[in-house]
Nanobody, 118 residues
Framework: QVQLVESGGGLVQPGGSLRLSCAASGFAFSRSTMKWYRQAPGKERELVAIISSTGGSTNYAESVKGRFTISRDNPQNTVYLQMNSLKPEDTAVYYC???????????WGQGTQVTVSS
């Protein structure tokens, strides 16, 4: 059974930090490109960060460059999103996404809420 389970969301003050985790199971995590998306109320889902299957390549949305860091631990089947210098506009539900490098599967987690507010 395929599962992507996000955790680590919550309420944080502006300027604060959070680390999101996404635990994967039921598929070949080490052969998957992993992505973090977010969706704010009334807005379309936005790609935040991407990491290659080996972790050797990453890319970020302009709005989070220099503040967010995506990483992965393949033996632990987990991908992370370290979020620093958080702003109110980072408030959203954050989703983990897995794309099969060879098979092309497309799996989603259930999302975790991040709220940045004083």
């Amino acid at each position: 059974q395929v599962q992507l389970v996000e955790s680590g969301g919550g309420l944080v003050q502006p300027g604060g930090s959070l680390r999101l985790s996404c635990a994967a199971s039921g598929f070949a995590f080490s052969r998957s490109t992993m992505k973090w998306y977010r969706q704010a109320p009334g807005k379309e889902r936005e790609l935040v960060a991407i990491i290659s299957s080996t972790g050797g390549s990453t890319n970020y949305a302009e709005s989070v460059k220099g503040r967010f860091t995506i990483s992965r631990d393949n033996p632990q089947n987990t991908v992370y999103l370290q979020m620093n210098s958080l702003k109110p506009e980072d408030t959203a539900v954050y989703y983990c996404n897995a794309i099969g490098v060879i098979s092309g599967y497309n799996y989603w987690g259930q999302g975790t809420q991040v709220t940045v507010s004083s």
